[in-house]
């Protein structure tokens, strides 16, 4: 899925000398032919290379040259997948300074993902970061001011929106979006993810309540691994593969898979611009250190669509997606007669750029971008919010804050700990 989707090399020769005037950079191979010399290839830089941000060192058309890691014990294991010597810092800060880097790769727990993304683009660096986009939606709105500002490329690492199978509907999304713009199911709609429809929330990504504290390994910088974060005593359980299961880092499963499961939908939905006007859940009072579970959460949107997050499963026959005028059933079973027949008559969604080469290159937009990865992250964010709170929240999705409600409000900029700031 990491493969370069570049195409028609050739092509670019015929574009005329006004349009190219427009390229930030135009790299050899537009104008001749072969391979693209290591001079052409993009540069990386990766923050954190504890999991994520090892498995994607490798990305077709690009090369890493720095990394960095708050954990030396991560950093010198990673730096030996790179077979070339490459730069290695402990302050991320070092890296996106380099001017040798196009391309900041962001692999770090989520709540520094607003901060590094940010000032990646002051320093006029390309994005490239992982999911969920940010911890907060005050955080995802400054992300989308800085990238604008400085003209910068940016792509969330979630796919599914342009390409592989989608979870349990075995299809990728496009016949799925075809099916809504078609109307087929009629309007509005009701989305159930749930794992009768295909999905997992992970539910496993749950804190401990009572965690003794614990000596700081030597590897581990832990002041620098809670940034912005409020103190709290050192714990493996805070750290590492286990941090999800805390509000200060993330938000338990629905953070962990929410941008996988509802970016798509927001795309298929044609919801990109807007967000849902409501949320409700149902859930045991949640820890405010340590995320549980819910058994649902339901977001509304003005015009009577819905996304029903299901914990609970208890309907094995719920639709996925259902309209008044049919639904649509996991592995992509519908009861709308001859319904591929039908779709192979209507038109395709709009093409998008699903290189994140190609995007920098020649500055196109990506398809998962920080505009419309902000808005699914949105979902994620008002939910664990209402979660927090235990109640219902209505959301003005213009201002992109809560609706005379400033217990809510405070949850969209939560104060960082000293010296950080967005």
Known sequence: MYASHLKGRRSFIKLTAATAAGFMIVPRHVLGRGHIPPSDQLTK??????????????????????????????????AN???EKIKLFHDYKELI??????????????HWHGIMAIEAARAGKDIWCEKPMTRTIGEGKRVVEAVKQNGRMFRLNTWFRFEDRFYGMNTSVRPIKKL???????????????????FDWKFYWVGKTQLEPQPVPQELDYERWLGPAPFKPYHP?????TFRGYWDYDGGGLGDMGQHYLDPIQYFLGKDHTSPVKVEVDAEQQHPDACG?????????????????????KDPDVAYIEG???????????TIPNLEDKLAMMPDPEPQVTSFVESVKYRKVFALNEMNGHRSCTIINMGKIALQLGRTLNFDPVRQEFINDAEANRYVYPPMRTPWTI
Not at 294 to 304: A, E, L, W
Not at 324 to 334: R, T
Request: glycine letters at 14%; charged letters at 20%.
């Open 45 to 78: 830089g990766i923050i954190g290379v504890g999991g994520m941000g090892r498995d994607h060192i490798p990305y077709a058309g690009t090369r890493v040259v720095a990394m960095c890691d708050v954990d030396s014990k991560h950093l010198s294991e990673a």
């Open 81 to 83: 997948m790179v077979p």
């Open 97 to 110: 300074a380099l001017p040798e880097v196009d391309i900041v790769h962001i692999a770090t727990p989520p």
């Open 180 to 198: 809504v713009d078609a109307g087929l199911l009629g309007w509005p709609l009701t989305v159930t993810v749930s794992k009768h429809t295909g």
């Open 237 to 241: 359980h805070r750290v590492h593969g």
């Open 293 to 313: 579970t819910f058994r649902k959460i339901t977001y509304t949107y003005d015009d009577g669509c819905k996304i029903i997050l299901d914990g609970e499963a």
């Open 324 to 334: 008044p005028n049919g639904k649509l059933f996991k592995g992509f079973k519908s």
